[in-house]
């Protein structure tokens, strides 16, 4: 899939990612030793500090900004490799796990982040009475959209990392990484190798997108069709000019 995309910027733009990969999220749920539901609505994620990014560009004269929320972070090959078998599918993994094979609490703690940021910029939105452009894009959404409906987009492979190694159903082994150094295990050795054409691919090594769904997720979130904002949810957009093609 080719995207171009062209920018002209009309007025000041400050674009965010609201914790995708940042250490209070995907680390911190990486780091959790069940899958409890308990245990992971009481992490404590980024809700407690990503406000501040915000505040502090802000007094910087920042006027407008576009941020994203976090993606399906239960549908993580990662996190799948930790807390399910990692073969074929049993009683356990099927209880854990919804129709599209993602981790259930996990998403529910990736839909609080949601809702959470989405407060966070209503409040900041309405205490400084309008004076300002922000809006957040549905990462999530979108996400989640492409694993449920992959052929719309381009791609025949959802669950599996292009770059990566067995014996995982995912090919992820988090002790042979994309890129990594070949290791030995019982006896043998694992390394990791690349697909043949990751323009199919949703998972490019198991925590991070390919190209062809970076693309997607922007051209789906510049196009206004995934945008939220406490009034308008074009405003950031007028003040751009984009061209998708």
Known sequence: MNMTLTLTLTLPLVIGDCGRQS???????????STSKRTLLRTPASFT?????????????????LLWNVPAQGCSLALLQRFTSGGPQDDQDQADLDDLGCLKVFNEVSALHGSQLQTM????????QGNMSISIADYYTINYDVLKNPSKYGFWNTMQSCCGAGPSRYNYNPGAICAGAPQWDRGQVIASSTCDSPSGYVN???IHFTEAMNHVVARASLSGQYLHHPTDQSSVLKRCNFILG
């Open 23 to 33: 250490p209070q999220l995907l680390i911190c749920i990486l780091q959790t030793e």
């Open 121 to 128: 910029v209503d409040t900041f939105f309405y205490q400084r």
């Open 204 to 206: 490019w090594d198991g």
């Open 49 to 65: 500090v990503m406000n501040e990014p915000s505040e502090g560009l802000y007094s910087e004269g920042a006027r407008n900004f």
